[in-house]
């Protein structure tokens, strides 16, 4: 047989012998994480739709710009700038930036 003849039965074989392995797998038995407590408890009580939608479209603007919207993105935008001012300081301070040209003192027991 020549070399090019084995490569489809490889091709096949590789795929078949990995789905055997993976079938193979013991899936761990997810019903004992369930606590007992649990188990007995009553089912969530389901709320009426129209009230939560009704609150929802009260409080959208649809888009539209107000005093209230643009203080809120205001309020955002200064605090983001503070935030950046702070990050733009340096990030190794003087008294450490002092202290690496010394370099690291190597103890005698691990020279």
Not at 24 to 37: E, G, K, M, N, Q
Request: proline share 10%.
């Amino acid at each position: 047989m020549s070399r090019r003849h084995n490569q489809p039965m490889l091709r096949l074989t590789l795929p078949i012998a990995l789905f055997a392995l993976v079938a193979c797998v013991d899936f761990p038995d997810l019903d004992d994480r369930i606590t007992p407590a649990a188990r007995a408890a009553d089912y969530p009580t389901l709320q009426p739709l129209d009230p939560l939608l009704a609150q929802a479209a009260t409080q959208q603007t649809n888009g539209a710009i107000t005093p209230a919207s643009v203080a809120t993105f205001d309020n955002k935008i200064a605090a983001l700038r503070a935030k950046a001012a702070g990050l733009r300081g340096p990030i190794v301070d003087r008294a450490t930036r002092a202290h690496m040209p010394r370099g690291v003192a190597v103890p005698a027991a691990i020279r």
